[in-house]
């Protein structure tokens, strides 16, 4: 139960569908799984983003700390219609993506931070998420924004991302790229992969979710 005051304070909602789980085979040939985190993962999510803000590499340090705070938003119900999804790789969690709806029709694109490189988990995962939002969700439009070059060849350059610069995104500084139905379309042949269901044995590996080596996404650098 929460007070008359604390139920002012949180967010209209959405009802928002599950994202099905799957199954993707890395270049590395490990197999990564692709989930959502729970709210009861949160903790444990932040405990892996915490170090990365101190991380003067590759952007890290604002991506981790923008993460963190987003984490913190749906733990304390500050953000509205968030989610959040995860990419495990033999119970060791690799990766993390989230965003939010603004409405039934058009999402909004945060942060998809990697924590094992090299083996394109990122770009997995944002595909993923991309995949959440168009075929699960039925929206027609995801507002994209980078903070690094890195985050700029992934998302605007491979999905060949639209400008909507009159619409400034909710991140901050730069203005908003646009994925629409049709360039998403376009794409996901070539960048949405992965299998369902996942096998129950894959499916239970992924909890509880395990801590990744500190170390893992400092390389290697792909700048």
Not at 7 to 15: D, G, N, Q
Not at 141 to 148: K, M, Y
Request: hydrophobic letters at 45%; aromatic letters at 8%.
């Amino acid at each position: 139960m929460i007070d008359e005051m604390e139920a002012s304070l949180r967010p209209p909602t959405i009802p928002m569908a599950p994202y099905p789980a799957k199954a993707i085979q890395l270049k590395s040939g490990e197999t990564m799984i692709v989930r959502e985190a729970s709210l009861d993962e949160v903790d444990t999510l932040l405990q892996a983003v915490a170090p990365l803000v101190k991380v003067e590499r590759d952007f890290y340090d604002i991506v981790g700390a923008r993460v963190y705070a987003e984490l913190l938003g749906w733990k304390l119900y500050r953000v509205r219609n968030p989610y959040c999804m995860v990419g495990v790789i033999d119970g060791i969690l690799a990766g993390i993506v989230n965003g939010r709806l603004i409405d039934e029709k058009v999402g909004v694109s945060y942060h998809t931070l990697t924590l094992k490189r090299g083996a394109r988990v990122g770009s997995n995962l944002f595909a993923s998420k991309m995949e959440y939002h168009f075929d699960i969700l039925k929206q027609e439009e995801v507002l994209i924004v980078a903070e690094s070059p890195i985050g700029f060849r992934r998302w605007m350059e491979e999905y060949n991302l639209a400008q909507k610069f009159e619409v400034q995104h909710e991140l901050g500084g730069a203005p908003s790229w646009v994925l629409t139905k049709e360039l998403y379309l376009k794409a996901k042949p070539r960048l949405v992969m992965g299998t369902r269901p996942v096998p129950e044995a894959l499916m239970a590996s992924t909890y509880p979710l395990k801590q990744p080596d500190l170390a893992a996404p400092l390389a290697p650098s792909k700048k």
